[in-house]
C-alpha cells in the first residue's frame, strides 16, 4: 500500500512482481550450489545431492561390499541397492529441507501461488 491510503499502481505491482521473481532466480541459483548430505547403513553409503535434488556424488564405504557378510552375492547387491536408495532418499529430503527454507518465506511473498514447488 502507498502510504496515505492509496493503492499501489500497476507499475509499482509489476516493480515487486519482477523484484520476487529475482529473488526467486537467485534462491534457486544457491539451492543448485549448494550440496545436502544423507546417509545409511550407520554412514557406509553417503549420497550427496545439490540443493535441487541432483545427485552430485556417492561413497560406498568397503565394509558395506564385504563378501563374507553375505550368504550370498546376489543378497549382497540387494542389500547395497537398498543403502544406496537409503543415502540417496536422506539426502533428498534434507534438500527438500533446505528448498522450504530458502524458498518457503518467497512463496508467502508470492502468496503461495499454485504450480509454485514449494
Known amino acids: 500500500m502507498i502510504p496515505g491510503g492509496g493503492q499501489p ?3 509499482e505491482l509489476l516493480q515487486q512482481a519482477q523484484k520476487m521473481q529475482q529473488d526467486l532466480a537467485r534462491a534457486q541459483e544457491e539451492l543448485a550450489a549448494t550440496l545436502v548430505d544423507g546417509q545409511a547403513g550407520g554412514g557406509l553409503v553417503k549420497a550427496t545431492v545439490n540443493g535441487s535434488g541432483e545427485l552430485r556424488g556417492l561413497v560406498i564405504d568397503p565394509k558395506a561390499v564385504d563378501p563374507e557378510a553375505a550368504s550370498s552375492l546376489q543378497e549382497l547387491g540387494e542389500t547395497l541397492a537398498d543403502l544406496v536408495v ?12 533446505l528448498q522450504q527454507e530458502k524458498l518457503g518465506p518467497l512463496a508467502q511473498g508470492l502468496g503461495g501461488m499454485p504450480g509454485l514447488p514449494f
Request: net charge negative; no cysteine; hydrophobic share 45%.
Open 86 to 97: 537409503a543415502a540417496v532418499h536422506a539426502a533428498n529430503e534434507n534438500a527438500q529441507q
Open 9 to 11: 499502481n500497476m507499475q
